[in-house]
């Protein structure tokens, strides 16, 4: 008996040895405490330090550049264009409406923009916030809406499993805004809204439809067709080189009709650059969609610009959370909106600020 109890007392010896050892390594290997996300910020250029340049015009849209200090001085991002471009990442279809995966293969960090499109998969679908796939990530779940209805299936010979191309950006034009969300029944029918209005704006515009016989409802579709190319091409051939030989661009913003429209500023000079070419698409389809010959408006002014981006700053602010590495604060106040995308890796360092106006006075959603 004596030796059973002490047999007996040597295994519980042994089993909270074993525990206490697991218990240490285990600490040792714990994963980060599950993030929350907080309204404090990181580094960020205030619009107190952004020096305009401009205005810089074609028709009714007029460009602003701006400049300022860079808060990640040399660092390089793949925006997800050129990723996919590269053949260095990849977005898979899940089966699932409202959640897709990327994989980033490179060594760099793949740079997503809220309001990206994919075309390809099931549906064509775009993102509704600003993301960052770390180098070699393995699949990354990411948030995603439909940008075209109905179908559900392969589309002529696009690949069905995963997506093809990111070659346009909705951003803050075609009447869709991302607030709140993961991916909500009502945030889903917002954009198919917005679709539908652009979609019927740009035929209106053009005197036919430009809705395309593979997929009537894809917005994807719509931007490629060559009447719409046709129609902003004049403002890319005039405004397209208006960094070109400036160093020190983190940004613009976008006046349409005499009216603020949106600001995007960079924490990345060179991310700015590479994804000038996608903004000024986004930009000059509202323009061309706002366009008349008989309409009247005043010249955009600095002033105008900067008082703008002052108020979108001071707005109130909540915080929601994206994914593990990125939150975003967004601010609102009266009929403008500020959207900071947080690097939670880097102290919550803002690596985009997304400025958005209202120029027909609606009230957003």
């Known amino acids: 008996m004596k030796r059973r109890t002490v047999a007996l ?15 240490y390594w285990l600490q040792r ?12 910020r990181g580094v960020v250029v205030p619009v107190a330090d952004y020096r305009l340049s401009g205005p810089y015009t074609h028709d009714n849209l007029t460009v602003f550049l701006v400049h300022g200090p860079e808060t990640l001085d040399g660092k390089s991002f793949l925006p997800l264009q050129e990723a996919l471009e590269l053949h260095k990442a990849t977005v898979y279809e899940t089966e699932e409406v409202n959640e897709l995966t990327i994989e980033n293969r ?10 990206d499109i994919v075309k390809g998969g099931k549906q064509d679908r775009t993102f509704p916030y600003d993301s960052l796939i770390e180098p070699n990530s393995g699949p990354v779940a990411i948030n995603s809406y439909c940008v075209e209805q109905g179908r559900w299936a ?10 093809k191309s990111s070659a346009n950006n909705v951003g803050s034009v075609h009447g869709i805004t991302f607030v709140g969300g993961g991916g909500g029944r009502s945030a889903q029918a917002d954009v198919w809204r917005g679709v539908g209005m652009t979609q019927d704006k740009l035929s209106k515009k053009l005197g036919d439809s430009v809705k395309a016989e593979e997929s009537m409802s894809s917005l994807q579709l719509t931007l490629e067709s060559t009447a719409v190319r046709k129609a902003i091409e004049p403002y ?19 006046v349409v009709n005499g009216q603020v429209l949106s600001a995007d500023v960079y924490a990345s000079r060179s991310l700015f650059r590479k994804l000038w070419p996608k903004l ?9 969609i706002e366009a008349a010959p008989d309409r009247k408006f005043d010249a955009a002014h600095e002033d105008a ?16 959370a994206v994914t593990e590495r990125t939150y975003v604060l967004v601010r609102k106040a009266g009929q403008t909106m500020l959207f900071e995308s947080c690097d939670r890796s880097r102290n919550n ?15 957003n959603p």
Not at 9 to 23: N, P
Request: charge should be negative; avoid cysteine.
């Open 280 to 288: 000024l698409e986004s930009s000059a389809v509202e323009a061309f």
């Open 305 to 320: 610009v900067r008082a703008f981006l002052t108020h979108a700053e001071g707005g109130e602010g909540h915080s929601e």
């Open 154 to 163: 392969r589309r002529g010979e696009e690949p069905a499993a995963y997506f």
């Open 349 to 363: 360092l803002v690596l985009h600020r997304s400025f958005l106006g209202n120029p027909e006075g609606e009230s």
């Open 29 to 40: 290997e714990k994963p980060p405490a599950p993030f929350s996300p907080s309204l404090e």
């Open 9 to 23: 007392s040597l295994a519980a010896l042994a089993v909270l040895t074993l525990g206490a050892v697991a218990a």
């Open 106 to 115: 490179s060594d760099e960090e793949v740079y997503v923009q809220a309001g």
């Open 236 to 254: 890319l051939k005039t405004l397209g080189s208006t960094p070109d030989g400036r160093s020190d661009v983190i940004g613009y913003v976008a």
